[in-house]
C-alpha cells in the first residue's frame, strides 16, 4: 500500500472516533519504542500506525484490548479487603473495637425541643 487513506482503516474499524483513538494509541506505542509490524518506508508514527491498522488482521482488536488497559486508573477489588472490612463491623450491641458500649443516639425530634421557645425561631 502506497498511500494509506482513511477509508482503508474504515472497513477495518467503522467508527472515525475510534479509529483516531486508536491510531493515535499505536503512534504513541511506537514512538516509546514498540516494534513496527510494516516497513516505515520514511513515514511518521500516526502514518505507520494507520498502516498497521489497515494491513494486519487482528491489530484492530489488540490495540482496542491494549488502550482501554491504559487508561484504566481503578485497581482490581481484591478479596481480602472485604475481609478487612468485616474485622472492623461489629454486631450491634456490642459496642466499638475497644469494647466500650456504643452510645446511646438521641432521636432528631427531641433535639429541637428547646427552639420552639425562641422568639426567633417563630415565622412572622
Not at 66 to 86: G, K, N, R, W
Request: proline fraction near 6%.
Amino acid at each position: 500500500m502506497a498511500r494509506v487513506t482513511v477509508e482503508d482503516c474504515v472497513e477495518r474499524i467503522p467508527n472515525r472516533f475510534e479509529l483516531v483513538m486508536l491510531a493515535a494509541h499505536r503512534a504513541r506505542e511506537v514512538a516509546a519504542g514498540s516494534g513496527l509490524q510494516v516497513e516505515r518506508d520514511n513515514d511518521k508514527n500516526p502514518v505507520v500506525a494507520l498502516r498497521e491498522i489497515a494491513e494486519i488482521d487482528k491489530e484492530a482488536d489488540r490495540l482496542r484490548n491494549s488502550l482501554v488497559h491504559s487508561l484504566q486508573h481503578q485497581p482490581d477489588i481484591d478479596e481480602t479487603a472485604d475481609d478487612e472490612l468485616t474485622l472492623l463491623t461489629t454486631p450491634e450491641g456490642e459496642g466499638d473495637s475497644t469494647g466500650q458500649p456504643a452510645p446511646e443516639v438521641e432521636p432528631m425530634g427531641t433535639a429541637m425541643q428547646g427552639f420552639e421557645d425562641d422568639p426567633a425561631a417563630k415565622d412572622d
